[in-house]
Structures are given as structure tokens and as C-alpha cells.
């Protein structure tokens, strides 16, 4: 099963319309595993733009690094997920529950092995 299968069997659930929106992007999705693997709850830009051009077919760190900051970082800084700097190009992790449960969901759905 793929996440758009997933997406398309809880897409019937209002309370979950915005959270799947927002999780619906592979580097929004992996901005909040990062963090969710890492000690620290903050990072620069780059750090970020490693992670994901490591894990993305998309290898192109300029295009990477504008999506974040144009897109990704913006959408989930107004689902108060992180708050981004860009003074200084810092970003720092509030955390949810709410996204943490969903992503868990949705990678136990998809790989029940794990």
C-alpha cells in the first residue's frame, strides 16, 4: 500500500482533512522525522536541505533549499510544528502529537513489519 491509498481510506474523516494536507508533501513529511530523530529540537536550513537530498530523488540542493523556504517550512510553521528563523536560518521544533501519531499510522499501515 502507498500513502495515497492511505490518504484516500481516511480522507472520509474531517479532523484529519488539515493534518493530511500537511503531511501530504515527502519533505514536510521528513522535516518532522528529522527532528523527531534527532536530540536537539532545532537546526539550520542546511541541515535540513542534507537530510532531505540524502533520503529525495529531488538532488538538487538549490531547488531543495527553495522549496523549504518558500513552501514546506512556511506551512508547517503555521501549524505551529516549527518555527523558522530566516535571520539566521534557524529552525526550531515544537513537536505535535497529533503529526507524530499520524506519520506512526501511516508508516504502520504502510509497512506493518517494521
Sequence with gaps: MDMCGWVERK?????????????????RRAIIRYFESQAENSAVLEDLVTY???QSTDKDRQDIRIG?????????????????DSDDNTIRYN??????????ELLEDIYPSR
Design 11 to 27: 480522507a472520509h474523516r474531517a479532523d484529519l482533512h488539515q493534518p493530511l494536507d500537511t503531511i501530504n508533501h515527502c519533505h
Design 95 to 104: 513537536g505535535s502529537e497529533r503529526y507524530r501519531s499520524l506519520l506512526n
Design 68 to 84: 523549504l523556504y518558500h513552501i514546506h517550512l512556511p506551512k508547517l510553521e503555521a501549524e505551529g510544528i516549527l518555527r523558522y
Design 52 to 54: 532531505i537530498e540524502k
